[in-house]
């Protein structure tokens, strides 16, 4: 085993690893196609990763989280599209989709009355956008959930061929 590192402001793929107590040359060693001196530079910020070490690298290091962090934080693309998906217990999760739930179906009606004519008229927008702005809620709120999900299947409390098909 190499030293700990005592750097203050670690990035995200370092405490990922270290979480795993693997210093860079046993993470290189597992992930096979990275080396230790590749794994320092993404570490030191040095050099942004690939697509491909980032999903090795969440694999290896057992947190799925590493390739939302990516996309929402260093690809060009995800920074445009993609939101970051904050880790939550399942309890807060499900009560922010219960919450959003209950508002959705007081605002469903209204949103029928919006949409009926397939037009947008300006007077509709603040409540169209108001409503919008709760749909987006929950899709956070559902891949709040899937990452929590993905969480739970590789720390092994859930076994993952439950949810293959069969």
Not at 8 to 36: C, H, P, T, V
């Amino acid at each position: 085993m190499g030293r700990k590192s005592t750097k203050e402001n670690k990035n995200i793929y370092q405490i990922s690893r270290e979480e795993m107590n693997y210093s860079r040359e046993a993470a290189a060693e597992k992930l096979g196609f990275l080396s230790s001196d590749r794994i320092e530079k993404i570490e030191n910020e040095k050099t942004l990763p690939h697509p491909e070490e980032v999903l090795a690298m969440a694999d290896c290091y057992k947190n799925p989280a590493l390739c939302n962090y990516f996309c929402s934080h260093e690809c060009p693309i995800g920074i445009e599209y993609v939101p970051e998906i904050q880790a939550k217990e399942l309890s807060q999760i499900t009560l922010e989709m219960l919450a959003t739930l209950n508002k959705l179906s007081r605002e469903k009606e209204r949103l029928i009355e919006i949409t009926v004519d397939g037009e947008l008229s300006p007077d509709e927008l603040p409540d169209f956008l108001k409503i919008k702005e709760e749909l987006e809620k929950m899709a956070l709120t559902i891949d709040s959930l899937n990452l929590w999900l993905d969480q739970t299947i590789i720390s092994g409390k859930i076994d993952k061929s439950f949810f293959e098909d069969k």
